[in-house]
């Protein structure tokens, strides 16, 4: 399998040699192996099989149990995985301010202006924020264009080959999950416009006689 610790344990081969070598008879093995449809279901199920199928004499186990090494190495990468979209979505957030915090600088004369003639900060405010999520959007789009296409290629041509002892899988695996994919993006617009509500308040400070005379 071109995973150690299994490759070292166990041997794929005719039930009748271990028949013969344990001197069974032909209706004799040494063990089950249930498959379920919902992974969800495996602490559950395997609890049910234990206390109410199998004898007293039986004993049974879970995928998990048997090798746990590789769960707690995928456990892993699910902590890994969460860790770093909170960093790309905390630093988008953060590029996003600092081009609002530009709009706005770049804008003071025009601010000043729509004061002047009974614009309100919020109404200020709301362009601004209209404005940024519109560059969001289109970075979105385009790192979705790169990021799916990239996803695309690798599944379909395995470029990015790894060491299997030590990740259990020769090459970097791709799930497309577009559910997954549309949450993402949703949770980055949504929290991004949140962030960008806070520094939009510089608006309030501009006062509209200074903002005429700004250049």
């Known amino acids: 399998t071109g995973l150690e610790e299994l490759d070292r344990l166990y ?5 009748s040699h271990i028949q013969k070598l344990n001197d069974w008879d032909s209706n004799q093995v040494g063990g089950f192996e249930i498959l379920i449809d919902d992974y969800d279901d495996l602490e559950a199920l395997g609890e049910y099989v234990y206390y109410n199928v199998i004898g007293a004499d039986l004993f049974s186990q879970t995928v998990k149990e048997t090798n746990s090494p590789i769960f707690d190495w995928l456990e892993l990468q699910n902590v890994n995985t969460q860790i770093i979209l909170a960093l790309m979505v905390l630093v988008a957030g953060f590029n996003m301010i600092s081009a609002l915090l530009v709009l706005i600088l770049e804008r003071t004369r025009m601010i000043g202006i ?4 009974g614009a309100g900060n919020w109404s200020i405010r709301k362009i601004f924020i209209y404005i940024a999520g519109g560059l969001i959007i289109k970075g979105l789009f385009w790192g979705n264009l790169i990021g799916i296409g990239f996803c695309i290629l690798q599944k379909q041509f395995s470029l990015i080959e790894l060491d299997q002892e030590a990740y259990y899988v020769s090459v970097i695996p791709i799930l497309m999950d577009f559910s997954s994919i549309f949450l993402i993006n949703l949770g980055t ?17 501009i006062h509209p006689v200074n903002a005429i005379r700004f250049n």
Request: with cysteine; hydrophobic share 70%.
């Open 189 to 205: 617009m949504i929290i991004c416009l949140l962030m960008l509500i806070l520094p939009s308040i510089v608006v309030t400070r």
């Open 11 to 15: 041997v794929l081969g005719d039930i």
């Open 114 to 117: 729509l004061k002047a003639i």
